[in-house]
């Protein structure tokens, strides 16, 4: 059973404009959401998290909203640059068991057309 | 700094053939983790180390073996490689699971088992 789910696998937005990618998850336990960028031929880098305790964090470009009645979160950037166009996993993170691992959702490809 | 460290970052092996692959961090992290990465099913934990002389079980453990001997080195190991283990396996290490400590990602080994 998923416990984070990216139910776009790919996603097209014109340079300039917003794209939002979307991540679901079943798990009340997660207490932190974390979003990797991946190049191909890379590893993830880590983009940015937002704490369960908290409903937004924004750094640059970059915004995270966390709905937790709704255990949905995305992640809005703005302006989209062509240099955006990777792949994005949504990730959560269990307190307490499993040593804090983190679980990953499928993925979603972005493509920023200049 | 080179930060975490694959070796090989190719290789293609026949059906029942074994190797190691290595993954080494500088960082003095804790936590060690072993992923691999299939097309649409994201990253899927194979093993974890959350220190020298550690090792457990992760979401698909099966087929594979592990060991960190040393702190900066977790070694990933397939006994007899089948074509279901065909795919890009990613190390990834952390500082410790105080808090929060976002993964440091390698830039993965690329597996074709034939």
């Known amino acids: 059973d998923q416990q984070v789910k990216q139910n776009s696998p790919s996603l097209s937005v014109q340079e300039g404009r917003i794209s939002i990618l979307n991540c679901d998850y079943t798990n009340s336990m997660f207490d932190y959401f974390l979003w990797y960028k991946k190049y191909p031929a890379e590893g993830p880098t880590f983009l940015i998290s937002?704490?369960?305790?908290?409903d937004k964090n924004e750094d640059g470009r970059f915004t995270v909203f966390l709905n937790k009645s709704a255990k949905h979160l995305s992640l809005h950037i703005v302006p989209s640059q062509p240099g955006d166009s990777a792949v994005y996993f949504c990730a959560a993170r269990t307190n307490g068991g499993s040593q804090g691992n983190l679980i990953f959702g499928k993925g979603t490809k972005l493509s920023v057309k200049p | 700094n080179a930060g975490v460290t694959q070796t090989p970052k190719f290789r293609v092996l026949k059906t029942g053939q074994s190797m190691t692959l290595l993954c080494a961090q500088d960082m003095n992290h804790e936590y060690m983790y072993w992923y691999r990465q299939d097309p649409g099913m994201g990253l899927r934990l194979i093993h974890y180390?959350?220190?020298?002389?550690?090792?457990a079980k992760g979401e698909v453990p099966d087929g594979y073996n592990v060991s960190r001997l040393k702190k900066q080195n977790f070694l990933l190991g397939l006994e007899s490689a089948a074509p279901s283990q065909t795919s890009v396996y990613f190390c990834?290490?952390?500082?410790?699971?105080?808090?929060?400590?976002?993964?440091?990602f390698g830039s993965g080994t690329r597996l074709t088992v034939v």
């Open positions: 990834a290490s952390r500082r410790d699971n105080r808090g929060f400590g976002g993964y440091t």
């Open positions: 180390s959350v220190g020298e002389g550690t090792t």
């Open positions: 937002i704490s369960s305790i908290k």
